[in-house]
C-alpha cells in the first residue's frame, strides 16, 4: 500500500509559479509511475503530467512548455513545477502512483491540494 500526501498549493496570481510536492510513503516508491492530476469544478479529473521509473514523461498538451514533473526515488517524492500559470490552470490537484502495467487514472491517490490562479 502506498500513502501520497500533497503540499504546496495555494492562491498565485495569473503568470506565477508555484511547486507541488507529494511525499509517498513505501519502499518501492521507485517502481511506481507517478503523475499528477486535477480536477476543476464541472469537470472530470484530467492527467496532468507523469513521470516513469526511468524518469520518461508525458504531458497535457494544455500544460506542455510550462509544466515540469520530476521525481526524486531518494526522497521518495514527486514534484510539479508550474510556471506561466493561467486562471484555467485553477484545480484540486491530486498526486498518484500507479505500478506499470495498472491503467492511468487507477492506482493510489492522495487527498489533492488546491492551486489557485487569479487576481
Known amino acids: 500500500q502506498v500513502q501520497l500526501v500533497e503540499f504546496g498549493g495555494g492562491l498565485v496570481q495569473p503568470g506565477g509559479s508555484l511547486r507541488l510536492s507529494c511525499a509517498a510513503s513505501g519502499s518501492t516508491f521507485s517502481i511506481y509511475v507517478m503523475g499528477w492530476y486535477r480536477q476543476a469544478p464541472g469537470k472530470q479529473r484530467e492527467l496532468v503530467a507523469d513521470?516513469?521509473?526511468?524518469?520518461?514523461?508525458d504531458y497535457a498538451d494544455s500544460v506542455r512548455g510550462r509544466f515540469t514533473i520530476s521525481r526524486d526515488n531518494a526522497k521518495n517524492t514527486v514534484y510539479l513545477q508550474m510556471n506561466s500559470l493561467k486562471a484555467e490552470d485553477t484545480a484540486l490537484y491530486f498526486c498518484?502512483?500507479?505500478?506499470?502495467?495498472?491503467?492511468?487514472?487507477?492506482?493510489?491517490w492522495g487527498q489533492g491540494t488546491q492551486v489557485t490562479v487569479s487576481l
Open positions: 498518484n502512483a500507479r505500478r506499470p502495467f495498472v491503467s492511468r487514472g487507477s492506482g493510489h
Open positions: 513521470v516513469t521509473s526511468g524518469g520518461s514523461t
